[in-house]
């Protein structure tokens, strides 16, 4: 729903719901935020502003507590965005509509947050440099704490190209590059072919506009998730195996070491 839209009441909802103002697209959002409660809709809540990233791109939701006014605190398992661009966060029992207008706070799972930042960054450089070196279209990709995957449209595929892969993206990491965002209007866009990584998924649109992701000096990517500060947090990138899933099309499973503490979250 775009700004001036009319607020939505969903069916078996109390409250209205307007669009949710996402806080973890901002630079700096920590990992709370204070909001206020607009709609209920049986184990879901909606608030005014949430710093929970709603799933999307291969990055799952996160999940953490919102504590309501100076008593209860709620378990968050997930949450997800719905198609007004309200993000709805799931918990386990049912929530009382009295809920509605109050004030909360916000608290992510932080540990969660972090290893999905870390990870969503490193694909970032690695599918970078499988389109630029080789040609290799991203065809999917699922993001995981421990493990990530991500598949190529890709040809040839060895362990001497694996080896090449890792020594190119590590060479990346260890540049301590920043990693920032930003936006660009619809229409650049669409003129912009080196924005995307994949030719079957489009990045989402927002009031007109497509978030960028840049690794300064390496690449710049539309992407609606979350990464770190910079290349030097998220740590070190081993391909641990790999799977045809077709023809041309290659499946690689990856892990990170710990970095220690300097990932932060963008």
Known sequence: MGRGARPQVRAGATGVARKTERLYLEPGHGFGAQARVVAVNERALAFDRTC???????????????????GETLEIVSAHADADDVVWHVTPSLLSPALVGQDATLALNRAWRLALTRHHTVLHVLNTIALRDYGGWITGVQIGIDQSRIDFKLEGLS?????????????????????????????????RGDLLRTLEARPPVSDGRVRVVEIEGFDAQACGGTHVDTTAAVGHFTIVRTENKGRINKRLYVRLDDPGSRAEGR
């Open 52 to 70: 929970f990233y709603p799933g999307g791109g291969g990055q799952p939701s996160d999940d953490g507590t919102v504590k309501i006014g100076d």
């Open 159 to 191: 362990a001497a190209l694996c080896g090449e892969l890792e020594a190119k993206v590590n060479e990346v990491l260890a540049g301590d590059r920043p990693v920032t965002a930003y936006y660009v209007s619809e229409d650049e866009f669409r003129t």
